[in-house]
């Protein structure tokens, strides 16, 4: 048996991890904390990867890979699968989890408005939360990046948080080879 | 007895080299698994031709030269392991045990944040337990 970790301690390393890169490393650039959390997510995705990949023959084909990431990689990862997955069969897919793990406790609820105003903690417009949970999605698309990058699927992965807890997860793999290397803030 | 065992990355990327003889024949070992290289290529273009299983990691055989033979795995990351030997009876089943144990060793290896994917596997612990591999494999078909 692998040695175990607490989940929350996970939950914390994460947020804290986010919040050092925003805030204290780079809290004026946040395009290049952005950047800098993604490679760190390659990084784990790419190494996680080899590891889970260990004992299966090898995949046939990317729709086979995006398979196994939807349902091995993810309970392996968030203790669930994926709960959709589409495609358009032109090299882009979506992959829907309902309830996202990583953002549960997360809420950008407008009725906890009046609530945060009548504390000292500074009070957020509704488009600085979406910004900064959208930098919470930054790690995991860098994970499921590497990931794939390491199986020999190269693509660009970003996410689309509209509804929480719920979350899409785009891949777009492009027929050329020459879409960007590195997700852009949008 | 294994006498030579590699690592070689996704763009033939040499990863790990060790031979394990006293004599002074490494150059014609790496020879050895230069050429085999074309061999894993082959097998995994024509995967009709390496057996009833498709797509399975362990390759088998690869080919056997007058003195040594070689075998093959490769992962689903497109990383090769190879093996050199000098014995003339060798148990499949030792061998596929000898690669999982190889291939857990090297995930262990990559998992280190210090290790730049794509680089040579530099770790002391890493170069340990390969050797400790080797060892343990061949007291287990002297035996």
């Known amino acids: 048996m692998g040695r175990e970790v607490a ?10 991890m986010v919040s050092a890169y925003c805030n204290r490393f780079y809290g004026s650039k946040p395009e290049l904390a952005a950047r800098r959390i993604e490679a760190i ?12 990949t260990m004992e299966r023959p090898r995949f046939s084909d990317h729709l086979e890979a995006i398979k196994f990431i939807c349902k091995d990689f993810w309970s392996e990862l968030f203790k ?41 903690s500074p009070v957020l417009t509704p488009e600085h939360k979406v910004e900064v949970t959208s930098m919470h999605l930054y790690f995991p698309c860098g994970i499921i990046r590497g990931a794939l990058s390491n199986l020999g699927i190269p693509c660009a992965v970003s996410a689309d948080i509209s509804n929480l807890p719920a979350c899409k997860l785009h891949l777009d793999f492009g027929d050329n080879k ?3 290397p590195r997700m852009l803030p949008e | 007895m294994i006498v030579c065992v590699a690592v070689v990355g996704h763009q033939n990327n040499p990863l790990y080299l060790q031979s394990f003889t006293a004599a ?30 498709l797509n399975e990691t362990f390759l088998g055989m690869l080919y056997p030269t007058e003195n040594y033979k070689v075998y093959g795995y490769l992962t689903n990351t497109k990383v090769k392991f190879l093996m050199v030997t000098t014995d003339l009876e060798v148990k499949d089943a030792d061998v596929r045990s000898f690669f999982r144990k190889f291939h857990a060793a090297f995930v262990d290896a990559v998992s280190n944040p210090f290790h730049v994917p794509g680089k040579k596997i530099t770790s002391k612990i890493f170069a ?16």
């Not at chain 1, 390659?42 to 889970?52: A, D, S, T």
């Not at chain 2, 070992?29 to 299983?53: A, F």
């Open chain 1, 41 to 52: 997510g390659y990084q784990v995705g790419h190494q996680l990867i080899e590891r889970y």
């Open chain 2, 128 to 143: 340990e337990r390969i050797s400790g591999i080797v060892k343990s494999f061949g007291s287990v078909t002297a035996g």
């Open chain 1, 178 to 180: 020459n879409f960007p």
């Open chain 2, 24 to 53: 002074d024949d490494a150059l014609k070992l790496h020879h050895i698994i230069h050429c085999s290289l074309d061999v894993v290529d082959e097998r995994v273009n024509n995967p009709k031709k390496s057996g009833p299983t």
């Open chain 1, 7 to 16: 989940e929350s301690c996970i939950d914390g390393v994460i947020i804290e």
């Open chain 1, 80 to 120: 669930k699968h994926i709960d959709n997955l589409k495609t358009n069969h032109r090299g882009t897919f979506v992959l829907q989890d309902n309830k996202f793990r990583w953002l549960t406790r997360v809420s950008i609820d407008p009725s906890s408005e009046n609530l945060e105003a009548s504390q000292d």
